[in-house]
């Protein structure tokens, strides 16, 4: 029996020993699962602030910090309760929304201050690209606008009185602020287009009887009959009835080259644009061009049969020159070496304009307009007796002028199809053109008195300006005394 007894107790003791074990190993257990639970409850919940500060921005404080943790830590057996859980997935929704709103919110005032910044710069692409093909077309000499349509009729805003003699030649700068008179008072003049003011003038100088050519002549002692100035405003050139040409400073009017050459009067003076190539024709029938960058002479055309009276040049290196009584235009080719002959007019072509490279308008004494194309000899249009309707009083004009009513100048405004026309009778006329140039239209008469010896129009389009005489710039076959020798300063306005 004591050995059962023994035997017996033994066993119940290893039996509680085991269980002893069994529960301290499962406290252990409940335990590490407790501990992972809360670790993986506190490793969501930093993780969930992390993200809040990334995309709230705001770094939350500790006493938020410590809330958030004993609402997340309460545990019942290892779980966590079921109304934390579900606390926290509604403060999880309203946190997306409140991003998403400040998300969209954000977006809307980043596209509000782009669209405020391009307001501000003004940039219109359709006028950018409207200008670079302007720009393309100008240098192939092939740009004509339709802008004639859209003015009205001009108003005189300026009376410019300073020569004492009939005023024969005008030139705008291209900045269009300036304006240069030339005169048979063998004077120069500088205006101002905005103010209409004399701002210089270069007076006569003595004539001298040294016939010398190495002596310096430093201004005019005869007639002024034509003026140009350089695209870039460095060079001012004038001509005159004694062969010379003059060159000048067209900021401080000082002078800076006489040039020699021209066996005869210098009828006419232009620049091709955008360069310091000078062009200019005489009546002793010859085309000289010039080199001003070196102040040099180049090399001399001829071809027409009588006086040359007028010249124009755009940007080819070409240039086209009205022969007067010799009834022919011609456009000299410089680098084909070549010239194209051009007949039409019944009178002396007294004036001629290039509306582009491919495009002129000629005026002649007996009253006609007539429109060209350089690929063909006869012109595209002419218009007869082009100034004979005037409402000038007839008292007023000497009944020896001819009836023809003479074209004594024309003006184009380069690229586009307004044009203008001047006469002895004081009449100033301004016209359309029509894109397939077979037409001009009448748009408005200006009324003056005298001879319109030159116009021109500014090269924004902004100003006219006119050159009124009491004689004609080239001679004294008539005199209209009741006429001024002025600068007319006229604004032309467009349509709003």
Not at 237 to 244: R, T
Not at 424 to 431: M, S, Y
Not at 462 to 489: D, F, P
């Amino acid at each position: 029996m004591p050995f059962f007894i023994r035997k017996h107790n033994s066993e119940t003791k290893d039996k509680k020993r085991k269980k002893l074990l069994k529960l301290q190993n499962g406290k252990k257990k409940q335990k590490t699962s407790n501990e992972l639970i809360n670790d993986h409850t506190n490793k969501k919940i930093k993780k969930k602030q992390k993200e809040l500060i990334d995309e709230n921005e705001e770094i939350l404080s500790d006493t938020d910090i410590e809330e958030d943790d004993e609402q997340n830590q309460q545990t019942m057996n290892g779980n966590v309760r079921l109304d934390n859980l579900l606390l926290n997935e509604e403060h999880d929704d309203d946190d997306e929304n409140n991003l998403h709103e400040q998300r969209l919110k954000r977006a809307k005032e980043y596209i509000e201050q782009i669209a405020k910044q391009e307001q501000e710069r003004e940039i219109d692409r359709d006028i950018v690209s409207e200008r670079l093909r302007d720009d393309v077309l100008e240098q192939a000499g092939k740009l004509h606008r339709q802008v004639a349509s859209s003015y009205i009729e001009p108003v005189l805003l300026h009376t410019c009185r300073g020569h004492q003699q009939s005023v024969t030649c005008v030139c705008i700068s291209n900045d269009n602020k300036y304006a240069f008179t030339g005169s048979k008072d063998c004077s120069i003049i500088k205006w101002c287009l905005l103010t209409g003011k004399k701002l210089h003038l270069i007076r006569r100088v003595a004539k001298t009887d040294n016939t010398n050519e190495r002596t310096p002549i430093v201004g005019h002692f005869d007639h002024i009959l034509a003026i140009t100035i350089s695209t870039n405003g460095q060079f001012l050139v004038s001509g005159d009835k004694a062969n010379l040409i003059q060159v000048w400073n067209p900021q401080t009017c000082q002078h800076l080259k006489t040039l020699r050459g021209h066996q005869g009067p210098i009828t006419g003076l232009t620049f091709r644009r955008n360069s310091h190539e000078l062009f200019s024709v005489s009546q002793d029938r010859s085309v000289k061009i010039w080199n001003l960058d070196e102040m040099s002479y180049v090399e001399t055309l001829f071809g027409h049969q009588e006086p040359i009276q007028a010249i124009d040049a755009l940007m080819r290196e070409r240039c086209i020159t009205a022969g007067g009584r010799d009834g022919s235009m011609r456009l000299w080719k410089i680098v084909e070496e070549s010239h194209l002959v051009f007949t039409g007019h019944k009178g002396s072509i007294d004036c001629v304009a290039l509306i582009n490279d491919e495009h002129i308008v000629s005026g002649a004494d007996d009253g006609s307009i007539a429109l060209w194309s350089v690929s063909k000899r006869r012109p595209l249009f002419n218009l007869p007796h082009a100034h004979k309707i005037t409402s000038i009083d007839p008292s007023l004009i000497p009944s020896s002028l001819p009836e023809e009513f003479w074209i004594t100048s024309l003006a184009s405004l380069r690229y586009t199809d307004l044009l203008a026309s001047g006469s002895f009778n004081g009449n100033i006329h301004l016209w359309k053109s029509t894109p397939e140039f077979n037409h001009l239209t009448h748009l408005f008469t200006l009324i003056q008195l005298g001879f319109v010896n030159d116009l021109k129009f500014s090269s924004d389009g902004n100003y006219l300006v006119v050159a009124i005489g009491q004689e004609h710039r080239l001679g004294r076959w008539w005199t209209v005394k009741s006429a001024k020798n002025v600068l007319l300063i006229y604004k032309l306005d467009k349509t709003k």
